[in-house]
């Protein structure tokens, strides 16, 4: 999402094939992300990111090609483990019941007891802690070494039916964010980032803008189906 230390968006994107009921009418939603476009601008210099995604016949992200450097591919080696490639890089978790408990680089997760993300350790480097309201991040603490990040969100009742496939590290939000708040340190100085969203006939977001900060923060989605 945007160029801040930590971006809640990156983390736990998940959902299923989703039916909604319209009167008597009945809409299947498949939130699956094939690509993204991001353009990102700064100091009003702009920067596009082109990013696209596959899946395997279970919906799981296999492939995640940036056109800005090496793809990613994801192997499901079983519900125990996930491997993620980067040129040579290796990523692997290892899960339980599904959801990743810990990786070779030294991170640690844990979830809440309905299967979202609570806490994530990165070493001895860093630490965070998400506090979950009704299915929706409202609350999240970075502590670094240097300093500590406060993120506050606020959600519109719209749905959320992105599916990026990664359901090992937790379920996503269930609404749309309207706004963050990021503050550095507790005397920081509050930056507010508000969200602004456009739909397709099936309630999937098109297009979403983020601004706040001096920045702007525009991306478009196309889905697989």
């Known amino acids: 999402m945007k160029k801040i230390l930590y971006s809640f968006g990156a983390l736990v994107l998940l959902s299923s094939l989703l039916v909604i009921s319209s009167c008597s009418k009945v809409v299947v939603v498949d939130g699956h992300v094939a690509k993204v476009t991001e353009v990102y601008t700064s100091g009003g210099?702009?920067?596009?990111?082109?990013?696209?995604?596959t899946y395997d016949t279970y919906g799981r992200q296999i492939l995640s090609t940036p056109n800005t450097g090496l793809p990613t591919s994801t192997v499901y080696t079983s519900y125990t483990s996930v491997n993620q490639i980067t040129g040579t890089s290796l990523l692997t978790y290892s899960l339980d019941a599904g959801l990743a408990t810990h990786d070779n680089s030294g991170t640690g997760y844990a979830y809440d007891n309905n299967g979202y993300l609570v806490y994530e350790r990165s070493g001895s480097n860093s630490t965070l802690?998400?506090?979950?309201?009704?299915?929706?991040?409202?609350a999240s603490v970075l502590n670094q070494i240097v300093d500590t990040v406060y993120y506050t969100y606020s959600y519109l009742p719209q749905t959320s039916y992105w599916n990026y496939g990664i359901n090992f590290l937790g379920k996503q939000n269930k609404n749309l964010v309207s706004s963050e708040i990021v503050k550095v340190g507790v005397a920081g100085t509050a930056v507010v980032y508000n969200y602004a969203y456009v739909y397709d006939g099936q309630g999937r977001v098109t297009q979403m803008t983020i601004t706040g900060g001096g920045i702007t923060d525009a991306y478009t989605y196309v889905y697989t189906n």
Do not use: M
């Open 129 to 138: 802690t998400n506090t979950i309201v009704n299915g929706n991040q409202t």
């Open 45 to 53: 210099v702009p920067s596009t990111t082109v990013t696209s995604y």
